[in-house]
Antibody
Framework: EVQLVESGGGLVRPGGSLSLSCAAS????????MNWVRRAPGKGLEWVSS????????SYADSVRGRFTISRDDAKSSLYLQMSSLRAEDTAVYFC?????????????????WGQGTLVTVSS | DIQMTQSPSTLSASVGDRVTITCRAS??????LAWYQQKPGQAPKLLIY???SLQSGVPSRFSGSGSGTEFTLTISSLQPDDFATYYC?????????FGQGTKVEIK
């Protein structure tokens, strides 16, 4: 069974840093591109960042570029999101997601599994 | 960026109703569209990918159609478990973008 379990969320002050982790199990993580997607309170889903299956390519939303860094360690079946210079508008539930591996566009694939999410609250 | 516009934002329906949700892209995305269902406190769940392909394990009452810029998600006979929020998402190009969501409520 595919499982994605996020950790590392919590309360942080504006300007602070936080690191999220996602433990993957039930599949070979090195065969899939992975992503972070967030949902702010009362709002819809927002894509944050993606990393290719071989770590050769990363992409970021304009709202986080230069402040967030995505990485992965397939030996540990883990995905990470290092967040710095946090702002109130970064407050959200952050979901770790897996991309499918079939029926993909030239750039990416759909999300076929989501974790339960971890809450990040940026507040003084 | 490609903008995704869903309608309606909220939909009130009864068990057994046929329900249709529309998603429009600001430019052509071919068939690179997915639909997700999210219930309160739960992770989103993939329903449809490539505009019309049903994800394994998803009931056949869900169907998707469309290509280019206009897409629809149809629930042929609404069941109690289907009251949730539905999102479309384009994966034609980065940045990925989602529709704002359609909440399906009990009438």
């Amino acid at each position: 069974e595919v499982q994605l379990v996020e950790s590392g969320g919590g309360l942080v002050r504006p300007g602070g840093s936080l690191s999220l982790s996602c433990a993957a199990s039930g599949f070979t993580s090195s065969r899939h591109s992975m992503n972070w997607v967030r949902r702010a309170p009362g709002k819809g889903l927002e894509w944050v960042s993606s990393i290719s299956w071989d770590s050769s390519s990363t992409s970021y939303a304009d709202s986080v570029r230069g402040r967030f860094t995505i990485s992965r360690d397939d030996a540990k079946s883990s995905l990470y999101l290092q967040m710095s210079s946090l702002r109130a508008e970064d407050t959200a539930v952050y979901f770790c997601t897996r991309e499918g591996s079939t029926s993909c566009s030239t750039t990416s694939c759909y999300i076929d599994f989501w974790g339960q999410g971890t809450l990040v609250t940026v507040s003084s | 960026d490609i903008q995704m516009t869903q309608s309606p934002s909220t939909l009130s329906a009864s068990v057994g109703d046929r329900v249709t949700i529309t998603c429009r892209a600001s430019q052509s995305i071919s068939s690179w569209l997915a639909w997700y269902q999210q219930k309160p406190g739960q992770a989103p769940k993939l329903l449809i990918y490539m505009a019309s392909s049903l994800q394994s394990g998803v009931p056949s009452r869900f169907s998707g159609s469309g290509s280019g810029t206009e897409f629809t998600l149809t629930i042929s006979s609404l069941q109690p478990d289907d009251f949730a929020t539905y999102y479309c998402q384009q994966y034609n190009s980065y940045p990925w973008t989602f529709g704002q969501g359609t909440k399906v409520e009990i009438k």
